[in-house]
């Protein structure tokens, strides 16, 4: 019984947390990835945008602000000089990460499907498009509850002054 109890509050717990199973990076990733970006300043271009595209994972996978914005910013700018459909599929994904991150679903959603396009049955796009539409479904109940005591607060409140004159 304590399990099914305990289950029950975590499901709760990850409805309102937005529990999503999508990896996060640390700090102490995101300064080893600089360096590495740093020390490929002399090496060959492909070398240099492999180091670009693992900084840009670890930004977007940050859970400070500041790093997936500027994730985001670095793929947009290198998303034109993606050379394949491979990287351009990877460029993608690592955006709609950072929209997903930042809370911009329907951004987020739509370069999902640019994604899907290239590769459509790939999981790990079609994993976290699953994760942006729960979070919209869930935006959007929390949402109308919202509202709805909104508008429960007004009616009490207009009841309460009317029987007040009364």
Same mark, same amino acid.
């Given at each position: 019984?304590?399990?099914?109890? &305990?289950?029950?509050?975590?499901?709760? !717990?990850?409805?309102? =947390?937005?529990?999503?199973?999508?990896?996060?990076?640390?700090?102490?990733?995101?300064?080893?990835?600089?360096?590495?970006?740093?020390?490929?300043?002399?090496?060959?271009?492909?070398?240099?945008?492999?180091? *670009?595209?693992?900084?840009?994972?670890?930004?977007?996978? =940050?859970?400070?602000?500041?790093?997936?914005?500027?994730? *985001?910013?670095?793929?947009?700018?290198?998303? !034109? &000089?993606?050379?394949?459909?491979?990287?351009?599929?990877?460029?993608?994904?690592?955006?709609?990460?950072?929209?997903?991150? !930042?809370?911009?679903? =329907?951004?987020?959603?739509?370069?999902?499907?640019?994604?899907?396009?290239?590769?459509?049955?790939?999981?790990?796009?079609? =994993?976290?498009?699953?994760?942006?539409?729960?979070?919209? !479904?869930?935006?959007?109940?929390?949402?109308?509850?919202?509202?709805?005591?909104?508008?429960?607060? *007004?009616?009490?409140?207009?009841?309460?002054?009317?029987?007040?004159?009364?």
């Amino acid at each position: 019984m304590d399990a099914k109890i &305990n289950q029950f509050f975590e499901s709760v !717990t990850n409805f309102f =947390s937005g529990g999503d199973h999508l990896p996060w990076s640390t700090p102490d990733v995101i300064v080893g990835c600089e360096r590495e970006v740093a020390a490929t300043k002399d090496e060959s271009d492909d070398r240099k945008n492999e180091s *670009i595209m693992r900084l840009s994972w670890a930004l977007v996978h =940050s859970k400070q602000p500041e790093h997936v914005q500027r994730g *985001i910013a670095m793929l947009e700018a290198s998303l !034109t &000089n993606a050379n394949s459909p491979l990287q351009k599929r990877e460029k993608l994904y690592l955006l709609a990460v950072g929209y997903y991150r !930042t809370g911009d679903y =329907s951004r987020s959603m739509k370069l999902l499907e640019e994604c899907l396009e290239i590769a459509p049955d790939w999981r790990q796009a079609i =994993s976290l498009q699953k994760l942006v539409e729960d979070r919209v !479904t869930k935006d959007g109940v929390i949402g109308i509850g919202i509202t709805a005591t909104a508008v429960g607060l *007004i009616a009490g409140g207009i009841a309460a002054a009317l029987a007040r004159r009364g």
